[in-house]
């Protein structure tokens, strides 16, 4: 197939593509009981992006899809109060949280394909993670009084210091790993299927 993805145009068109279908898998969710929700690749297409055109575009992409989450979870903002507050969710939660994904551009220059596309989208999840864990802890730290702990958590980790931590890490960790474990293997799949079906070089310079 010959396609030139490397013009301005195509990559305007492939990206606004990509993060449409983003949103429209995210819609797709299991909630879990405990909070928090899993996708089916919802990510992957912002980790294709980025691989193919580099961490500013990647970031660019992925923060336009971290606009779009937070209007649709507006009502997450009904949860707490005070401009500091908001401005946390806003980023820690939404854009900030979501544009981390673009930073999975990192490893695109590695040889083989899949392990670029693998290990860009890990470390996009992981930089995501943290953005939660960091709201966990300051945003919604309250919710951890009422927060009945799995009982694998040893007390230690739950006196009033670290409860808040404790509670971040768990409650992110329930649904982020398997949303990373997706998105790393949906990563590598459909990365290497994109790259060899449309030739793509990640060293050919950008056209008009």
Not at 20 to 37: C, D, R
Not at 137 to 143: A, F, G, K, L, N
Not at 180 to 185: A, G, M
Request: glycine share 8%.
């Amino acid at each position: 197939m010959d396609i030139k993805t490397n013009t301005k145009n195509f990559r305007l068109v492939f990206s606004g593509l990509m993060v449409a279908i983003a949103t429209v898998l995210s819609l797709f969710k299991f909630e879990l009981p405990f909070g928090g929700s899993i996708t089916i690749f919802s990510l992957v297409p912002l980790v294709l992006v980025a691989q193919m055109y580099g961490l500013g575009w990647g970031f660019l992409a992925a923060t336009v899809y971290g606009f779009i989450q937070m209007v649709l979870g507006l009502d997450n903002f009904a949860y707490v109060s005070g401009p500091a507050a908001y401005a946390m969710v806003f980023l820690f939660d939404y854009v900030l949280a979501f544009s981390m994904m673009g930073l999975s551009a990192v490893t695109r220059k590695i040889q083989s394909r899949s392990v670029a596309a693998a290990l860009g989208a890990l470390l996009g999840c992981l930089l995501r993670f943290l953005c939660h864990f960091v709201s966990g802890c300051t945003v919604w730290r309250e919710y951890a009084q009422g927060w009945e702990a799995p009982a694998f958590i040893s007390d230690g980790l739950l006196s009033p210091a670290l409860l808040p931590y404790t509670y971040s890490f768990t409650y992110n960790c329930i649904y982020m790993v398997p949303e990373t474990i997706l998105t790393v293997i949906g990563s590598a799949i459909f990365c290497t299927i994109l790259f060899e079906v449309m030739k793509i070089d990640v060293n050919a310079k950008l056209e008009k």
